[in-house]
């Protein structure tokens, strides 16, 4: 049995569009709620193969959030990439986008971690910048 990306065979897929289209058909939609659940169902596939496409680098998170005027308020892109990874160590690179509020926003950080079996340390820097309000911060943090 072939799978997808996704982890679901194709059949699989197929009856899980089949159910919720009947779903959709039974229920008394007028064309608003319908384009809304349509907006809904592209953008979530969106996300998923997204995330999916940037996981080949390292752990990625993205949620689009599209609404009737195809913004895309209330959407978000995080990815952290691994430079450096043994047992021990870790260096990383860490962005995020997102839009909440009606404000947009960028995180930008490097950071180090060193593991045992019992305790984590690590250093960190980063920037963010509120692309909105034109306001921006810098910081580093020390952990145990």
């Not at 059949?11 to 319908?34: H, K, N, P, W």
């Not at 998923?48 to 609404?67: E, F, H, I």
């Amino acid at each position: 049995m072939q799978m997808e990306r996704d982890g679901k065979d194709p059949q699989m897929q197929v009856a899980e569009v089949a159910q919720q289209s009947g779903t959709l058909l039974a229920r008394d939609m007028d064309s608003e709620q319908a384009a809304s659940m349509a907006r809904g169902w592209v953008a979530s596939s969106a996300s998923a193969q997204s995330t999916y496409w940037l996981s080949r680098w390292g752990t990625a998170r993205v949620s689009l959030g599209v609404d009737e005027d195809f913004s895309l308020k209330s959407s978000s892109f995080e990815f952290l990439h691994p430079w450096y990874e043994t047992p021990d160590n870790l260096v990383f690179s860490q962005h995020t986008l997102h839009r909440t509020d009606d404000r947009t926003q960028t995180n930008h950080g490097i950071g180090w971690r060193y593991f045992t079996p019992s305790w984590m340390s690590g250093v960190n820097m980063f920037i963010d910048h509120d692309l909105t309000r034109y306001h921006t911060r810098t910081g580093m943090g020390v952990g145990y």
